[in-house]
């Protein structure tokens, strides 16, 4: 066994077909142990419930190669209660105690030689996710589920530093309000993906969601959360019941309040509020933090003072010792990193 041979460095955030991946089914009222299987075809039924009522949800994290060559992932028991949670919200079956974790360390060590080395930059993305997978017409939760993760490589977020992001304030809405934005389902990716194709038409990276109800408070953006740093350097977060709970951003929390000695306030921000802020980054597992540049509000354009060359100092130190802990260059808390192999 050996590394495979990819140019690492130069990969791109896409799907390549790994050599393994995982699989379990639940039927007749409970989940079997699951395998690693080499078969990377799904095959359903034509009415499976997840082709038609779209009952899907998944996970996001990645594992990679620390300094002293071990193989690890951050926060694997993060992803398994929150994918126990969107499972729940759309009347899934959870999968039983530690089988996530289970699954996640087996297709990894299945996977080791994708696994990009150390200083590459790139990392094993690892999807974990679950459908309904027998056929349902009449509208119900389907009786049968099919839990996957599949692997993939994927290049450095950053290739030649953290440029800031331009987002725009979007007319479309991410989740309602009682909704599921708190959870990680398909669904709300679907009808994200109108909005972020107008959004890039228009010349901006992202778009930033407020609240439906009242269009005045921050939500986040289709993929990742946002914090905003004040005139103290001091962190506040964005709190809403329809925002995503980012591992990422939770973790950032943490560095924030316990490395860096900020203050940390959670709670609803209003958009008017942006321009008291002086940096502001955008949270989840692919990048860590993007620093966002510059919102723009149908026309009215808000640059952050740390301008849009470079990631303003707090977001900066944030990014440096949450990389630095999961690197293993700076101890983190209990249990941040997990090794796998
Ligand atoms: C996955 C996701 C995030 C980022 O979460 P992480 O756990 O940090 O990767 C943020 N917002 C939304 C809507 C997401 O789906």
């Not at 459908?131 to 993939?152: C, H, M, W």
């Not at 309000?177 to 992202?206: C, F, Q, R, W």
């Not at 609240?211 to 005045?216: F, G, L, N, Q, S």
């Not at 966002?292 to 009215?300: E, T, Y």
Request: aromatic share 10%; glycine share 10%.
């Amino acid at each position: 066994m050996a590394k495979k041979d990819i140019d690492w460095a130069n990969l791109g955030f896409g799907y390549m077909s790994t050599d393994y991946r995982f699989v379990a089914n639940y039927k007749d009222g409970k989940w079997d142990e699951g395998k690693i299987t080499t078969d990377d075809k799904v095959v359903l039924n034509e009415c499976a419930g997840v082709l038609q009522y779209s009952q899907s949800c998944f996970e996001g994290l990645k594992a990679y190669t620390t300094e002293d060559g071990k193989i690890v992932c951050f926060r694997p028991d993060l992803n398994a209660k929150r994918m126990h949670d969107s499972a729940v919200r759309l009347e899934m079956p959870p999968l039983p105690e530690g089988m996530f974790e289970r699954a996640v360390d087996e297709v990894v060590k299945a996977n080791i030689d994708w696994v990009p080395p150390y200083g590459s930059g790139a990392t094993l993305y690892i999807r974990p996710y679950m459908f309904g997978s027998n056929a349902v017409i009449g509208v119900k939760p389907a009786d049968e589920y099919q839990f996957r993760i599949l692997v993939t490589p994927v290049g450095p977020y950053f290739k030649g530093g953290a440029k800031p992001v331009r987002l725009k304030v979007s007319d479309f809405d991410r989740a309602a309000p009682h909704g599921t934005g708190h959870i990680k389902a398909g669904l709300n990716y679907a009808m994200s993906l109108h909005a972020i194709v107008t959004a890039h038409k228009e010349g901006y990276d992202e778009n930033l969601y407020l609240d439906p109800a009242t269009r005045t408070y921050i939500e986040e953006t289709g993929g990742a959360n946002l914090i905003f740093v004040d005139k103290n350097g001091d962190l506040v977060i964005p709190k809403s019941d329809s925002i995503l709970p980012s591992i990422t951003r939770r973790s950032l929390t943490t560095v924030g309040e316990k490395y860096l000695g900020c203050k940390v306030t959670e709670r609803p921000v209003k958009f008017e509020e942006i321009k008291d802020f002086q940096e502001c980054g955008l949270c989840g597992t692919a990048a860590v933090i993007s620093p966002v540049g510059s919102i723009n509000d149908h026309g009215k354009e808000f640059v952050f003072p740390a301008g849009m060359e470079k990631m303003g100092p707090v977001t900066q130190k944030l990014y440096d010792t949450l990389t630095g802990i999961q690197n293993g260059h700076i101890e983190g808390p209990e249990g941040w990193v997990h090794v796998i192999a």
